[in-house]
């Protein structure tokens, strides 16, 4: 896949970023045509405004970052980011019970989730993280697969807020495993053209990242659009 704006997430999910922060974010991902800005779920609404008529859609986060909350807990947040204009929602997995063996809590939990996102429109995307940094290779595809088979849109290799980010070793082994039809998303520690370059090589179809601007300037100097 080469690289263009569609394939970027622009992402700002720094608990201490303040309004002008947001808006400023927002306005450069419309700018730029960037596939989504993903957001925490208090800046849906102002994303959202920032957002509409334009080609970026506006993405947020639900159990982030470490997946442990109830299943009523991340279905009021999806139900109510999507009420506010979320288009997206990245959903950590519960990480605790996947290394305990509860997949199928596991699975019915995104099943929940992905029903809910689906209701509410064609055009609504679930992206489930599975913090690849933390399981083995086992988990990773056992992950990866129960997501799938429960209505994911997306696998996310990462929050950005674990132990490390994506790797192209990860989407690899995620492409091997997945549907054609599934989507991945590398996110966590992109920062470089190089780096996204070699994800979307090895599968991904998103790149998530808060350098997006960056990213862009580096593909227009190497070789442009064409």
């Not at 080469?2 to 002008?20: K, N, V, W």
């Not at 045509?33 to 993903?38: L, R, W, Y």
């Not at 204009?85 to 519960?94: F, K, P, T, Y």
């Amino acid at each position: 896949m080469r690289f263009s704006p569609r394939c970027i997430d622009q992402t700002l999910l720094r608990p201490e970023a303040a309004q002008a922060e947001v808006e400023k974010f927002c306005r450069e991902a419309v700018q730029a045509k960037f596939a989504a800005v993903c957001v925490l779920p208090c800046w849906v609404s102002l994303a959202d405004r920032l957002c509409v008529a334009s080609a970026t859609v506006v993405c947020t986060v639900v159990g982030f970052p470490l997946g442990g909350n109830s299943l009523l807990s991340k279905l009021t947040e999806t139900a109510e980011s999507l009420s506010r204009g979320a288009r997206e929602i990245d959903l950590v997995i519960n990480l605790g019970w996947l290394k305990s063996g509860a997949e199928l809590q596991v699975a019915q939990e995104i099943a929940a989730v992905a029903e809910l996102v689906h209701q509410t429109g064609s055009s609504r995307l679930l992206k489930v993280i599975i913090e690849t940094c933390w399981l083995t290779e086992r988990e990773k595809q056992t992950a990866a697969l129960l997501a799938e088979q429960a209505g994911a849109d997306m696998i996310k290799t990462s929050t950005g807020f674990g132990s490390g980010g994506a790797t192209v070793e990860d989407v690899r082994l995620l492409r091997r495993v997945l549907a054609a039809k599934t989507g991945i998303k590398a996110a966590g520690g992109v920062r470089t053209l190089t780096q996204a370059l070699s994800l979307l090589e090895a599968g991904a179809d998103r790149i998530g990242t808060s350098a997006g601007l960056t990213l862009l300037r580096e593909w227009r100097m190497a070789d442009g659009p064409a």
